[in-house]
């Protein structure tokens, strides 16, 4: 039986809830030191996760910037890299974004529709793979136990994370809570509606809760709800 990854959702957001703006500029919700703090989580990894909307948006090279930390994957007999991963069911994907053409190993995930459009579009950027007639999350995860990947960072959006969490897919989730308000009703959220495990009653274990100069991070454990 193939071992699922050990799946952690990170995201930054507002008080009110918002991982970005409605501007077309990326709005900067974490300090150095919390960028630095997620740096350090991408590099425990095997892969990180990303959707094909907020890399449409956010066009985001998702490496390990920290070259001790590269190297210490190195050591380690790991690859300087976690793989990056995608996923798009649409098929609708850019070659020239940057997530294909720095780091090292791509892998996107899709769907049967989209399979031939995607592979023509990427050509040898990266490795593709369908799930079936429409995304399973249960098969994508299966897939990335298979390929070796233990630990999983998702990073979003807010789509992605609505997904897993209501499915019950999440190990933890990291949140970084930066002293903003957004509120706009266009902006993207965090967690959209969705029929989450539990109801409204169930409450998630608290791993951690910390200051990181003005931003908080919280961790919580989703599928211990009592």
């Not at 798009?88 to 053409?101: I, M, P, Q, Y």
């Not at 897993?164 to 509120?183: F, K, R, S, T």
Request: charged content about 25%; some cysteine; glycine content about 8%.
């Amino acid at each position: 039986m193939t071992t699922r990854p050990y799946v952690i959702l990170s995201a930054a957001m507002s008080v009110d809830g918002y991982l970005d703006d409605a501007s077309l500029e990326r709005l900067l919700l974490s300090n150095a030191d919390d960028f630095d703090r997620v740096d350090e989580v991408r590099a425990s990894c095997d892969a990180i996760l990303i959707g094909a909307t907020t890399m449409r948006k956010d066009n985001p090279r998702l490496l390990v910037n920290s070259e001790k930390r590269r190297a210490k994957r190195i050591a380690e007999g790991r690859s300087e890299y976690p793989l990056k991963v995608t996923v798009t069911a649409s098929g609708n994907l850019d070659a020239d974004l940057k997530f294909w053409h720095f780091g090292g190993q791509k892998l996107v995930f899709t769907v049967d529709s989209a399979v031939d459009e995607v592979k023509a579009t990427l050509t040898d950027l990266a490795d593709v793979v369908s799930v079936g007639p429409k995304l399973d999350w249960g098969l994508l995860l299966d897939e990335l136990g298979r390929r070796g990947v233990g630990r999983l960072m998702v990073e979003g959006g807010g789509t992605i994370h609505t997904q897993l969490m209501a499915q019950n897919l999440a190990d933890e989730v990291h949140l970084a809570i930066a002293p903003l308000l957004v509120g706009q009703a266009d902006a993207p959220k965090f967690l959209g509606p969705a029929d989450y495990p539990g109801g409204t009653t169930a409450r998630m274990r608290l791993l951690e809760a910390r200051a990181i100069g003005d931003v908080v991070l919280l961790r919580y454990a989703p599928k211990e709800r009592s």
